[in-house]
T-cell receptor, first 116, second 114 residues
Framework: GAGVSQSPSNKVTEKGKDVELRCDPI?????LYWYRQRLGQGLEFLIY????????KSGLPSDRFSAERTGESVSTLTIQRTQQEDSAVYLC??????????????FGQGTRLTVV | GESVGLHLPTLSVQEGDNSIINCAYS??????FIWYKQESGKGPQFIID?????DKRQGQRVTVLLNKTVKHLSLQIAATQPGDSAVYFC?????????????FGKGTKLTVNP
């Protein structure tokens, strides 16, 4: 596709259930980011994938959060045993990085997660 | 640790005036900076970027200024229009030490009054 695609756009889940969020980056983009944005707040870094390097997981808030990426394509963010504090918009972005060359990150529209 | 912060959380201007949104960053190793605009219910959209070897870059109605001495970044919007109303984020990209990440500030909400 032409841009970063995220699905679902909205997800309502019961507390304690697991959820899986999907991100399809722009084709050819080597880097992929996940961010969390609570209502009225800034973007909180969660995890970063770049090529075949080990991902930077330093932003994951707890071991209930995990993410995978298949090569340089689709990524999934999984939240286990969801809690109400997990309610937020989860944004994915991708960019092209090669050596010292990097482009801006392009964002998807986000997945709005509501835990009830 | 690294952080990118904004001096003002809200900014209100009259249509037609120029707007200036400021951002401070703390990581002197940052080499790439980006301004994003986020409208309600949408993902952030790229506005303009600047690399650390530059101190000014101009786009259409927007100018970004980088002062590495004081680690300060600003976004200037000329002849602000109602469509410019949004939250603006600066982001700071740092590479090295096996880690690269794009870190965002908290954002400034710009309101343009007709």
């Amino acid at each position: 596709g032409a841009g970063v695609s995220q699905s679902p756009s909205n997800k309502v889940t019961e507390k304690g259930k697991d959820v899986e969020l999907r991100c399809d980056p722009i084709s050819g983009h080597t880097a992929l980011y996940w961010y969390r944005q609570r209502l009225g707040q800034g973007l909180e870094f969660l995890i970063y994938f770049q090529g075949n390097s080990a991902p930077d997981k330093s932003g994951l808030p707890s071991d209930r959060f995990s993410a995978e990426r298949t090569g340089e394509s689709v990524s999934t963010l999984t939240i286990q045993r969801t809690q109400q504090e997990d309610s937020a918009v989860y944004l994915c972005a991708s960019s092209f990085i090669q050596g010292l060359l990097n482009t801006e990150a392009f964002f998807g529209q986000g997945t709005r997660l509501t835990v009830v | 640790g690294e952080s990118v912060g904004l001096h003002l959380p809200t900014l209100s201007v009259q249509e037609g005036d120029n707007s200036i949104i400021n951002c401070a960053y703390s990581n002197s190793a940052s080499d790439y900076f980006i301004w994003y605009k986020q409208e309600s219910g949408k993902g952030p959209q790229f506005i303009i970027d600047i690399r650390s070897n530059m101190d000014k870059r101009q786009g259409q109605r927007v100018t970004v200024l980088l002062n590495k001495t004081v680690k300060h970044l600003s976004l200037q919007i000329a002849a602000t229009q109602p469509g410019d109303s949004a939250v603006y984020f600066c982001a700071d990209f740092t590479r090295g030490g096996g880690s690269e990440k794009l870190v965002f500030g908290k954002g400034t909400k710009l309101t343009v009054n007709p």
